[in-house]
Each structure stands twice: as C-alpha cells, then as structure tokens.
C-alpha cells in the first residue's frame, strides 16, 4: 500500500540540514522536491513498516519545529 506525505521544512532550517534529514528520509521512501527552494518534498513510502519509520521521524521534526507535514488522503 502506497502513501503519500507531503513535507515542507521551515525557512529557519539550514538547507544542509534539510538535506541531511530528505536523506535519512531516502533510506526508506522515494523523495521528491516540489519546488526550487529546496523547502518542499513529497515522500512516497511503499511499505507499512517504512511509513511508521517516515511518521515517527517526521513527528520527532515536527516537534522541535523544523518542518510540516501531512499524509495525502487515500
């Protein structure tokens, strides 16, 4: 089952770090950029196990206000 997250990182977040953390997000699930600013992403995550990698990850971010993030519906 596929889903779709689409992840915007704040203007306050280092572009080397936004990379750093699209990376470790790459070892999971497919990311896309969405724009040139290098701000926006869409993950596609294949597998359930992975998705709970993504949304535990992305969580964690979110938490410490790097980034936004939502599933896409269904």
Do not use: N
């Amino acid at each position: 089952m596929e889903r779709i997250v689409h992840v915007t990182f704040g203007v306050h977040v280092p572009l080397d770090s936004v990379a750093s953390m699209v990376t470790g997000l790459g070892s999971c699930a497919m990311v896309r950029a969405t724009d040139d600013s290098q701000r926006g992403y869409v993950v596609t995550v294949q597998r359930p196990s992975a998705m709970a990698h993504v949304e535990r990850r992305l969580a964690d971010w979110e938490k410490y206000g790097f980034l936004s993030w939502q599933v896409a519906a269904p």
